[in-house]
């Protein structure tokens, strides 16, 4: 079964609007990474929060952690349409960041 | 500043083949190093990583081999093609005292 789950599968919004993608996962963390990947593209890293810090900000981006309910959130205001992108959560566990576990992502689709 | 390379771009390639997919990591020393494949529409599953030059741990069992023969570069191979190996090769590098995974800009494999 899944370690780490993106919801929902798939998301559309209009350009400039908010949007925000949920992660669930089901194992003890160390921390949590949210990368983007653009078709054709390898992934990058947007935010890294740790189990101790409950949010985490980089410029348009806020991200939350919520280890009693094993959680995270990735909000995005002002969407452009370069944010078209599948966005994945990956959690580090006991393996550390040699061993991080990808969700299955959520495509989300920024239009004019 | 770092630079990782894969090749090659892309691969058509027959069942029963062999295959050797192969990355670079420029301007660090000692990367660890990571191999994750990943399905049409799916999640990366990390398949090796690499500490240092010569050792190589293996996640998951797919059939595939790994080798570190320099302290810059990883590569992946197999001697049997399976149709089951299609899908996209990810390389990444992290330095040992950060998180953030870099990814290469992949392999895209297709096996007829």
């Known amino acids: 079964s899944q370690l780490a789950e993106e919801n929902p599968w798939a998301l559309s919004v209009h350009e400039g609007e908010s949007v925000t993608v949920n992660c669930s996962y089901k194992?003890?963390?160390?921390?949590l990474q949210w990368y983007r990947q653009k078709s054709g593209e390898g992934p990058a890293q947007l935010i890294l929060?740790?189990?101790?810090?409950r949010e985490k900000r980089n410029g348009r981006l806020r991200a939350t952690l919520d280890t009693s309910s094993q959680s995270s959130s990735l909000s995005i205001t002002a969407t452009r349409c370069e944010d078209t992108a599948v966005y994945f959560c990956a959690t580090e566990g006991t393996g550390g960041a040699d061993r991080l576990t990808f969700g299955k992502g959520t495509q989300l689709i920024i239009q004019p | 500043a770092q630079t990782i390379h894969q090749w090659p771009v892309a691969e058509i390639k027959a069942v029963g083949s062999p295959l050797s997919l192969g990355c670079t990591i420029k301007?660090?020393?000692?990367?660890?190093l990571y191999w994750y494949w990943q399905a049409t529409g799916g999640t990366l599953q990390q398949l090796f990583y690499?500490?240092?030059?010569?050792?190589v741990e293996s996640v998951v069992q797919l059939n595939l081999s790994a080798s570190r023969p320099k302290d810059d570069q990883f590569i992946l191979s197999t001697e049997k093609l399976l149709l089951s190996h299609s899908g996209f090769y990810l390389c990444?590098?992290?330095?040992?005292?950060?998180?953030?995974?870099?990814f290469g800009s992949g392999t895209r494999l297709t096996v007829l």
């Open positions: 194992t003890s963390i160390t921390a």
């Open positions: 301007g660090k020393s000692s990367p660890n």
């Open positions: 990444a590098w992290r330095t040992f005292y950060a998180e953030t995974l870099y």
């Open positions: 929060i740790r189990s101790n810090e």
């Open positions: 690499s500490i240092t030059v010569g050792q």
